[in-house]
């Protein structure tokens, strides 16, 4: 007999999250390049910070985030009372399409865009609608072109996972400037710190009423497990989104650990530059075994192949010397496999990998 209990229209439409693997069977020096996290870790004031919350943990976190808060705004140049803070920017992400879109609403994201976009859309009984890209990059003509009088968030990450591409401030601004009046901006930032001298998009959230920022302590800050992002934007969708925040949303050694993270610059920079340089290393030793890749402009590498055949073949070569890289079939990109940058090593090991493969191939 069918069960009566039935999950919303639109919630079994939402697949299975699968997270990057990190384990392979029977295969030692395992290294993780499927995530994007930072293979340096979090700055050890952070790891000091979290430790001396311990003792207390019997305590309820503040609410309102206010030290945290202040920390982000201090570092960023931002107004303190225009920050919100989530469990992972995922939890913000979910409270945008929460508040603001329902059944009969629209939820534009991009081709290869990210897969919560599309999960929350559908959790929050709206419709999400795709939108091509022109070469992996997002294209805000496209967008604009499928905007109708139901649409009420555009979710653009820029720079964009997995396709490491980015659209500048101007084409940022033109979107903003041209979206129907009852529509949101979302700029997810989850990789804005890569980006030299970016500000995440800071400059068009401050100068409007309609865009919004995310940003995470997940991918350079190396605290992917404490779960601690937050959200930048006009007040009013700020005091909207605090309505459905719960209170304690995050735990105190999270907080800690982000505060002291976010006033550690010095390391953040270390992080960037170490980044860019072995970015570059790897993409260009890819490029010489005619792996090429687009510019990335965050802590990835997205290494496009022949055809999906050839890169699931190199996605199992790599996993069987225990590297495990993303497979993007699911983004719509099965030609290609996304690779985090590492450390030295793995960088190396990466490379060595994808040459014996290569030449393997010629032989054949
Ligand atoms: C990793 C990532 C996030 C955020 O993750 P949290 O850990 O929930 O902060 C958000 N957007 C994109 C595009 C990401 O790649």
Redesign the pocket.
């Known amino acids: 007999m069918v069960s009566q209990i039935q999950a919303k229209p639109g919630i079994m439409d939402i697949a299975l999250y699968q997270g990057g693997k990190s384990h392979v069977a029977g295969v030692q020096n395992v290294v993780k390049l499927s995530s ?1 996290e930072n293979p340096l870790g979090p700055s050890p004031k952070a790891v000091e910070a979290a430790k001396t919350t311990l003792s207390t943990m019997h305590r309820y976190p503040s609410t309102d985030h206010k030290s945290l808060r202040t920390a982000i705004a201090d570092v960023h140049g931002m107004d303190p009372d225009r920050v919100i803070c989530g469990v ?4 913000v ?1 979910a409270w945008l399409t929460q508040a603001f879109a329902g059944p009969g609403d629209e939820v534009i994201h991009t081709e290869h865009g ?1 897969a ?1 976009y599309r999960i929350g859309a559908l959790a929050a009984g709206a419709t999400p609608v795709e939108v091509p890209e022109q070469n992996r990059v997002t294209d805000v003509d496209a967008i604009l072109a499928a905007c109708t009088n139901r649409t009420r968030l555009v979710f653009i ?1 820029n720079p ?2 997995p396709t490491g591409t980015m659209i500048g401030s101007a084409d940022v601004a033109r979107l903003a400037d041209s979206l129907p009046p009852q529509a949101i901006l979302v700029l ?1 930032g ?2 804005a710190e890569y980006v030299p001298g970016g500000d995440g998009g800071l400059a068009e959230v401050n100068a409007r009423e309609n865009v919004f920022m ?1 940003r ?4 350079i800050y190396g605290l ?1 497990g404490m ?1 601690v ?1 937050w959200g930048y934007g006009p007040r009013h969708i700020i005091d909207i989104l605090n309505r459905i925040r719960g209170p304690f949303n995050l735990s105190l050694p999270a907080l800690a650990a982000a505060e002291a993270a976010v006033r550690d610059q010095a390391y953040i920079d270390e992080c960037r530059a170490e980044n860019a340089r072995l970015r570059t290393w790897l993409a260009e030793a890819l490029a010489a075994q005619g792996v090429p890749s687009d510019v990335s402009h965050t802590n990835f590498v997205l290494a496009r192949f022949k055809d999906a055949d050839e890169a699931s073949a190199c996605n199992t070569a790599l996993e069987s010397e225990g590297l495990i890289v993303r497979a993007v079939g699911g983004y719509k990109l099965p030609y290609a496999l996304r690779i985090t940058v590492g450390d030295v090593s793995s960088c190396q090991r990466v490379a060595e990998c994808v040459a014996r493969f290569k030449s393997k191939a010629v032989r054949s």
Request: aromatic share 14%.
């Open positions: 994007n992972g920017s995922d939890e992400l990210f919560l990450a964009n996972n997810d989850a990789y995310t995470t302590f997940s991918k992917g779960r992002g």
